[in-house]
């Protein structure tokens, strides 16, 4: 299985990584929204958890975009933002909304069952 995690904040980045790691994801850590849609259009990854507040593009206009590309049609989205207006924004729009701080055991336990839910 793999994840891409979007997401500027290296600190937070790295949770994120790590907590996908353990749930036995291949994990990569992009830090820009621009750098993230190149690698996504020949990436055919499980899961991407995005941030909204990126450098170089909205974690938004990132989600839009990868909603026309042929290789992610399985692929699910999840938005991480400590942002609620943004996060009630994205519910229809992607997989499933995380609203930050998370806690490290608890987006691991996310991480497990949607790797759950993507076998099945």
């Given at each position: 299985?793999?994840?891409?995690?979007?997401?500027?904040?290296?600190?937070?980045?790295?949770?994120?990584?790590?907590?996908?790691?353990?749930?036995?994801?291949?994990?990569?850590?992009?830090?820009?929204?621009?750098?993230?849609?190149?690698?996504?259009?020949?990436?055919?990854?499980?899961?991407?958890?995005?941030?909204?507040?990126?450098?170089g593009m909205?974690?938004?206009?990132?989600?839009?975009?990868?909603?026309?590309?042929?290789?992610?049609?399985?692929?699910?989205?999840?938005?991480?933002?400590?942002?609620?207006?943004?996060?009630?924004?994205?519910?229809?729009?992607?997989?499933?909304?995380?609203?930050?701080?998370?806690?490290?055991?608890?987006?691991?336990?996310?991480?497990?069952?949607?790797?759950?839910?993507?076998?099945t």
């Amino acid at each position: 299985m793999k994840a891409i995690v979007v997401e500027d904040h290296l600190g937070q980045g790295m949770v994120f990584k790590a907590a996908l790691d353990l749930a036995s994801f291949e994990t990569e850590l992009i830090q820009d929204g621009t750098r993230a849609l190149e690698v996504l259009r020949e990436a055919s990854p499980d899961l991407v958890l995005m941030d909204m507040h990126l450098p170089g593009m909205r974690g938004d206009e990132v989600v839009a975009q990868l909603k026309g590309y042929p290789n992610l049609s399985e692929t699910k989205i999840i938005v991480a933002t400590g942002d609620p207006v943004i996060g009630k924004k994205m519910k229809g729009e992607v997989a499933l909304v995380l609203i930050k701080p998370l806690g490290f055991s608890y987006l691991q336990q996310i991480s497990r069952e949607i790797m759950s839910a993507i076998k099945t």
